[in-house]
């Protein structure tokens, strides 16, 4: 096979595009978790109080409650002008950018209530564009280039994650005249340079092509409905439609699959909550932490993804949801490792290096397969469901970390993570041999 073949499919425009939307994905994230867990640590915060302060990632999880509003209610004005899904994209991309400037003017030192505020304003949008942008992606595209999409997704996201992580750590030491004394303004103007970086979403948003998708039911029948037949109509379709469709496609397998679902990626999302605290508290500087952990860990994952995007296509997407939840698992180990020797920057990138690869390869196939289990007239909502369980169990375990790290000490927290990864495994293999779901 040709090399020039097997990545012939990242040339296409609705492919690329995607790395440009998965910016805007991506971006928020780390500003709101692994960044901001790195400046809150710096201003003196508990590891128990960082690890609580990861509970705003359950806004992530109960995404579903408002992704049939996504995926049905048209915005005034904006939804004539632009349609369905780029609307919702733009509103949620600029609500982004105002939360990020209200968490640039806040200092955590003197207090979280306003910074838990502009979180909430942040991970609640960021939630939303994540909400349409999935229904983008799946409409946009065939079933067998949703590896590919997913892929450069995957690529857009992790280059937005080195911006928001190294770039900005980079940005608040750069803006730092007195390393060894905390002041709140470095961080101040990293946030604000990561706001304006919204831009590249909005921009993309703007100049993008709304997907062509047959909706689901004739809108014309309800014109001569009543207003609560009109409001009962379309709630049913709306917000019960969707989960009765996947019950009715999948019967008893929808458990199993939801199962698989809600831990797949439970060792990367545990474990990356302690993972910048982690790095400090080793001793390594904010540069080190930025080249290696960031800049070059998240290249890794980008490779990852685009060895994992095109192995699915070929492989099929079984064998490369197991081989990628395995390493995610496994590579764990490699920080139990660190934590209990010297601290070493080529050991911290061998470790950055085959964890970033293996979440690569995982991100991509988990994207894919969950793209193959929705139903198209139900995409925004359905998809919202599943990356929802993704989040919900294991953010609510992560709120406990900086606890257990307190008690136990970071070798153990590590092998832990390592270990509830292991049901995952079994689940995969259990669905591929029952068959459930479709193929990408």
Not at 401 to 417: D, L, N, P
């Amino acid at each position: 096979m040709r090399i020039n073949s097997f990545f012939a499919i990242y040339t296409q425009t609705n492919v690329l595009r995607m790395l440009f939307l998965g910016f805007s994905a991506g971006l928020p994230l780390l500003l709101i978790f692994g960044t901001l867990s790195f400046w809150l640590r710096e201003a003196g915060h508990e590891l128990s109080t960082i690890g609580f302060f990861s509970w705003i990632g359950l806004v992530y999880a109960f995404k579903w409650a408002w992704s049939p509003l996504v995926d049905q209610m048209p915005i005034p004005v904006l939804t004539s002008k632009l349609g369905r899904r780029r609307a919702w994209l733009l509103v949620s991309q600029i609500m982004v950018g105002v939360g990020l400037i209200g968490i640039a003017t806040t200092d955590p030192s003197q207090g979280l209530s306003v910074l838990i505020g502009f979180s909430i304003l942040t991970a609640t949008a960021s939630a939303t564009q994540d909400i349409a942008l999935d229904a983008f992606r799946i409409e946009s595209g065939l079933i067998e280039e949703q590896g590919a999409m997913a892929a450069t997704y995957q690529m857009g996201y992790r280059i937005a994650m080195i911006t928001s992580s190294a770039g900005a750590l980079l940005l608040a030491s750069w803006f730092d005249y007195t390393e060894n004394v905390y002041e709140p303004e470095p961080w101040m103007y990293a946030y604000l340079c990561m706001s304006a970086l919204m831009l590249i979403g909005i921009t993309t948003t703007i100049l993008s092509k709304e997907p062509v998708v047959h909706a689901y039911g004739g809108s014309h029948t309800l014109d001569t409905q009543s207003r609560a037949q009109r409001l009962t109509g379309w709630l049913k379709n709306a917000a019960i439609m969707p989960f009765l469709d996947f019950i009715r496609r999948y019967r008893l397998q929808a458990i199993v699959l939801l199962a698989m679902i809600s831990l797949y990626r439970i060792s990367d999302i545990v474990m990356g909550v302690m993972s910048n605290p982690f790095y400090l508290d080793m001793g390594f500087s904010k540069q080190e932490i930025a080249t290696v952990s960031k800049i070059f860990g998240v290249i890794m994952t980008i490779l990852g993804a685009l060895v994992g995007g095109s192995l699915i296509k070929h492989l099929g997407i079984f064998k490369i949801l197991f081989i990628g939840a395995a390493l995610s698992s496994l590579t764990n180990l490699l920080f139990a490792w660190i934590s209990v020797n010297e601290p070493s920057i080529g050991a911290l990138a061998l470790t950055v290096s085959a964890d970033n690869f293996s979440a690569g390869i995982a991100s991509a196939a988990f994207i894919a397969y969950l793209s193959s289990l929705t139903n198209i007239q139900y995409s925004a909502t359905q998809y919202a469901l599943f990356s929802s369980l993704m989040f919900l169990f294991p953010k609510s375990i992560a709120g406990w970390s900086g606890v257990f790290v307190e008690e136990w000490g970071y070798a153990y927290f590590f092998i832990t993570t390592a270990l509830i990864g292991v049901p995952s495994l079994i689940l995969v293999w259990f669905i591929r041999k029952i068959s459930i779901g479709s193929r990408p």
